[in-house]
C-alpha cells in the first residue's frame, strides 16, 4: 500500500534574510523602532502633566514671533514655516532615493545637497527659537509665560519643550552629517562602484522618521 508523504515547505534555511530585506534595511528599521519607544516615552509623560495640569500656557502667545518682524503678532507663523521647510527636506529625499534606484548619480548628489540644505535651515530656525524664547526668559527651570487663565504657570512647559524639542534637535542634527557623509560618498561614486545606492535608501528611513517625529512633537506643543 502506498503512502502518500506530504513535503513541509521550508520557508527559511539560512544564507538570506527571512523578511526579504538587507541585513543593513532591518537593523535600521529595528533602530528607529527603539527610537520610536523613547520618543513615544518622552511625549506620554508630556501629554500625562500636560493634562494632569488645571491651566497650561497658550502656545499662541508663546510661539508669536518671527525673525525680522519686531513685535509682530503672529501665532504659529514661524514654526508652520519651519514645519514646511523639514516636510520639503523629507520630499527631497524620496526623489535622492528614487534616483538611487535609478543608478542616477547627478539626480542622487543634487536631492542629496537640497535634504541637507533643508535640514540645515530648519536647525537654523530651532536655533532662532531657542534664541528668541531664551530672550525671554525661558529656559529648564524657567517659564515667563502665564496660563490660559492667567495664573502662574509651572516649569513643566518649558522644561518638556527645550528637552523634546533638543532630543529630536539632536537627531536632525545627526541626519545632517550622516546626509553629507552619504553624499560625499555619491560624488566619490562609492555607490556607483558597489552597484547599489542602498546606504541612500537607509539613510531616508532616518530622514523620514526625523520628519514624523516632528509632526507629533509639533502636534503636542504648539497646537495644543
Known amino acids: 500500500m502506498d503512502t502518500a ?5 521550508k520557508w527559511w534555511a539560512g ?3 527571512p523578511f526579504n530585506v538587507s541585513y543593513g534595511k532591518l537593523m535600521m528599521w529595528y533602530f528607529l523602532m527603539s527610537d520610536a519607544f523613547t520618543f513615544g516615552a518622552l511625549l506620554i509623560s508630556y501629554g500625562t502633566i500636560r493634562f494632569s495640569s488645571p491651566s497650561w500656557p497658550d502656545p499662541n502667545e508663546v510661539f508669536r514671533s518671527f525673525p525680522g518682524m519686531g513685535h509682530a503678532n503672529l501665532p504659529l507663523v514661524f514654526v508652520s514655516l519651519m514645519t514646511f521647510i523639514l516636510i520639503m527636506s523629507s520630499v527631497t529625499m524620496v526623489l535622492a532615493v528614487h534616483a538611487g534606484h535609478m543608478r542616477d548619480k547627478k539626480a542622487v548628489a543634487k536631492w542629496m545637497l537640497w535634504t541637507i540644505v533643508g535640514g540645515i535651515a530648519f536647525l537654523s530656525c530651532q536655533a532662532w527659537e531657542w534664541t528668541h524664547l531664551y ?15 492667567g495664573t502662574l504657570a509651572s516649569t513643566n512647559f518649558t522644561n518638556f519643550f527645550f528637552t523634546i524639542t533638543g532630543f529630536h534637535g539632536l537627531h536632525v542634527t545627526s541626519g545632517v552629517i550622516l546626509n553629507i557623509v552619504i553624499l560625499a560618498n555619491v560624488l566619490k ?21 526625523v520628519d514624523l517625529v516632528w509632526v507629533f512633537v509639533f502636534t503636542c506643543f504648539y497646537l495644543l
Open 5 to 9: 508523504v506530504t513535503a513541509k515547505k
Open 15 to 17: 544564507g538570506y534574510s
Open 135 to 149: 530672550h525671554e526668559g525661558a529656559w529648564w527651570g524657567r517659564n515667563p509665560f502665564l496660563n490660559v487663565d
Open 189 to 209: 561614486g562609492t555607490y556607483e562602484h558597489r552597484g547599489h545606492y542602498e546606504m541612500v535608501e537607509k539613510v531616508g528611513l532616518y530622514w523620514h522618521f
